[in-house]
């Protein structure tokens, strides 16, 4: 079987996929430094996910109608500007000092904004720019260029920032214009989805709410997600435990930083290289609660290496889970409502993310970093557990190449009778 890379706007997208994500991990590792150093605030750490997290609500729905009615590739290329945009801004800031929190707030809220507007179209095109017998295998290689991305980006961000701060968030902005050019390139999202001619409106914003709720499957796989890294998320502290506790320093930070990604790249390449063929869902909600014991030995563990090894084994788990999450979603989801499908992930996605961020500097500042982190492993375990009850039809997938789309009427509407796997 060829390649998905020899597909051309399949690599052009993963390449805007790796410039973006490369930005925005160096990004976030100066970021997290510059706010926890101001006043020394784990809450802070928390306020910067809370501020990212903001526009999902308002902007994830009409983001997804958006990304289903008009050019997929147009609107993915206005969220890649917006993030160059802030990565200016944040350049601008530490040269003025980077002395008052408020700004990084305020660029974190853009942030968002260009992930509400981005995400929903750029998850919803890459199902088009390969054959579906290559998703699968599509998919991982994506994974496999975004987790090298993921482990370049913080390493080379924490390098740079301790040479020059500024240097991290011009560099950033040249990727951000590499990734844009790369879209702009895309054959592929060059006119609006079908969606049966009918005009935009409310009912048809909540078609990918509707599908999804009526799907057990998907609302099993995405809900587990949500809950399992909310409470199990680890990452909004890890300047906390840098600082604090391993007293590793900027660079430090940066290796903690690409440790998952280092676990996540081993698992996305033992993927491509054999993909999994049975018991999807039992796999699915064991990788989840092995998350879940990763967690509770890094929040435990007083050694680098250590550390080390939790976090790039969380990675790696993870990353079995969230393959299995994106194989799912358009599997079960038609092309012309996996824009709005794609906007409800995110949201998910988001939440568990930037307000489980939120949710690890709160807990951090009420009982200290380390109990926050064990507490939040062990819950995330049980999560695991209670999923087999909640969506027995989730625990019950087995061949991934058995699900098929939902039946959804001509004006795009998910209708009654809705298979559960």
Known sequence: MSSPLRHRDFSLYVAATVATAIAIEMSFVAIGWQVYEIRGNPLDLGLVGLAMFA????????????????????????????????????????????????????????????SALGAPAGRALTPSLVPQAMLVRALAQRSVAFQLSVIGGPALGGLLFAVRPELVYGVATAFSLLALAAVLALRAGRVGVRIGGVSPNFRS????VRLVRRTPVLLGAISLDLFAVLFGGAVALLPVFAKDVLEVGPAGLGILRSAPAAGALLAAIVLVRRPLQRHAGRTL????????????????????????????????????????????????????????????????????????????GVAAALVGAVPAVVIGGVVTVGIAVAW??????????????????????????????????
């Open 55 to 114: 526009p999902l609500p308002l902007l994830a729905l009409p983001a997804g109608h958006l990304a289903d009615r008009y050019p997929r590739r147009t609107v993915l290329a206005l969220a890649i500007g917006l993030d160059a945009v802030v990565a200016i801004g944040l350049l601008l800031v530490t040269r003025s000092g980077a002395n008052q929190t408020w700004p990084f707030f305020a660029l974190a809220f853009g942030t968002g904004v260009a």
């Open 205 to 208: 914003l909540l078609d990918g």
């Open 388 to 421: 087999t009850r909640f969506f027995p039809a989730l625990a019950r997938v087995d061949r991934l190449d058995e699900l098929r789309p939902t039946f959804c009427s001509p004006g795009g509407n998910p209708q009654e009778r809705i298979p559960t796997a």
């Open 285 to 360: 909600l064991t990788v989840v609660a092995l998350y879940g014991l990763t967690i509770v030995v890094f929040g435990l563990s007083e050694t680098m290496w250590l550390s080390l090894v939790a976090l790039a084994a969380g990675g790696g788990v993870d990353m079995v889970s969230m393959v299995l999450r994106q194989t799912i979603l358009p599997l079960v989801t038609p092309d012309e409502l996996r824009g709005r499908v794609n906007a409800v992930e995110m949201v998910f996605i988001s939440a568990s993310n930037e307000l489980g961020a939120f949710e690890s």
